[in-house]
């Protein structure tokens, strides 16, 4: 109890003491104290803010500590831990042979369609389209055409078998459904699309250059052609689960230039890896 006392009776005298000698502070000396205060506040926020600005530009990212993996982790809100995930791998003996319910008369895309810009966003090359001139309907719904980008290798699987590249076109939904068609590039002749995309090349990290010109992708691709039909979600954040994947069977071709003209620009092994199917069955079409 005595020790205590004395203890307590130590600490207060240390405390008036040392209250005493800050009042002794000249004026000056405590103008200084405030400024280097100040200074170090400021200095901390600063680098509070440069390790923000890192964060958000390295948010996610396909390598090291924000690689797929972490996605659900470091990606508040995000569904990227669901059951219904995206890309999978597509065994055709497994799948169902049924109509996916899409017709070449639901694609309804203008005779030439105009992309408006090309934008390297760190996590690919993509091209995008200003007007909501073209869109495809699917069970009762329109779903608009924003943009396409690429993978390389390809996110999807048939088989097995990983592409050297894949072609993502997205159409949004009102509701912000998506439709998205996945179409395998293997390697071979040069191929006309590529050539038109590849003129626009390359755009730097962060960059985006305005195109405005029209292309008929109508003559392109064969969109009543064998598909896989699944619901899955975005391979990349946010992961959102409402998305109708029609992956193409067969693949289109390009030259082995025009894979690494593309390949080059994006991030090496721009895909998430596979998914597990869970619950759901994939449709053959035709
Ligand atoms: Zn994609």
């Known amino acids: 109890m005595k020790n ?65 993996e972490h996605w659900a982790e470091i990606e508040a809100n995000a569904t990227c831990d669901g059951t219904h995930q995206s890309p999978i791998n597509i065994i055709e003996v497994d799948t169902k042979k049924e109509v996916s319910g899409l017709k070449e008369e639901d694609i309804h895309y203008k005779e030439l369609t105009t992309i408006y810009s090309v934008t390297n966003n760190g996590h690919s090359i993509q091209y995008n389209f200003k007007d909501d001139e073209n869109y495809v309907s699917f069970k009762d719904k329109n779903y608009v055409l924003k943009q396409f980008h690429f993978h390389s290798p390809s996110e999807h699987t048939i088989n097995g078998i990983r592409y050297p590249l894949v072609i993502h076109m997205v159409h949004q939904s009102s509701e912000k459904d998506f439709v998205v068609f996945a179409f395998m ?25 305005i195109i405005e010109k029209p292309y008929d992708f109508n003559e392109s691709v064969a969109y009543n052609a064998s598909h896989f039909y699944y619901k899955g979600s975005l391979t990349t954040p946010p992961c959102t689960e409402t998305v109708n994947w029609f992956v193409f069977k067969e693949p289109i071709t390009a030259s082995l230039d025009q894979v690494k003209a593309l390949s080059e620009l994006m991030p090496k092994n721009n895909y998430r890896n596979e998914q597990p199917l869970n619950d759901r069955t994939v449709l053959l079409s035709k």
């Open 185 to 209: 590039v293997k390697e071979g002749e040069a191929s006309k699309p590529f050539s038109f995309i590849e003129s626009y090349l390359p755009v730097k990290e962060g960059e985006t250059k």
């Open 4 to 68: 205590r006392n004395i203890y307590i009776l130590g600490l207060f005298l240390f405390t008036l003491i040392y209250a005493c000698k800050q009042n002794d502070k000249t004026p000056e000396e405590k103008v200084k104290e405030v400024k280097t205060n100040n200074a170090t506040t400021e200095k901390s926020e600063k680098i509070k803010a440069t390790a923000t600005t890192t964060r958000h530009k390295n948010a996610w990212s396909y390598e090291g500590e924000t690689s797929p």
